[in-house]
């Protein structure tokens, strides 16, 4: 069982930067594929970004490319997502997922194969 616990939402001015955590509490920590997603009122989930089991590869969705940054560190268990630059449509509960991964290069994009979610963290950007 993999718990996940997010952290560093809140209220933003369009512009302004949030780093988003999700600690995990697994054991095999470096077994998981990490990724965010993120959900906006009145609209479905939504990929944001995605970070291997290594950390070695990484994709986002074309919205947040140039803004935004996903790291983990394996070490501390922890998955990070560094928002700058950030915008009123970043305005969303934004979710931590994990999944198991048996492939070095697995990087899912789909929220349907991650099988733990955070309680999600509400990230405000005003205009």
């Known amino acids: 069982q993999v718990q996940l616990v997010e952290s560093g939402g809140g209220l933003v001015q369009a512009g302004g930067s949030l780093r988003l955590s999700c600690a995990a509490s697994v054991r095999t920590f470096s077994s998981y594929a990490m990724a965010w997603f993120r959900q906006a009122p009145g609209k479905e989930r939504e990929f944001v970004a995605v970070v291997t089991r290594s950390g070695d590869s990484i994709y986002y969705t074309d919205s947040v490319k140039g803004r935004f940054t996903i790291s983990r560190d394996n070490a501390k268990k922890l998955v990070y997502l560094q928002m700058n630059s950030l915008k009123p449509e970043d305005t969303a509960v934004y979710y931590c997922?994990?999944?198991?991964?048996?492939?070095?290069?697995?990087?899912?994009?789909?929220?349907?194969?991650?099988?733990?979610w955070g309680q999600g963290t509400q990230v405000t950007v005003s205009s």
């Open positions: 997922a994990a999944v198991r991964s048996y492939s070095s290069d697995y990087i899912p994009l789909s929220g349907a194969v991650y099988d733990y």
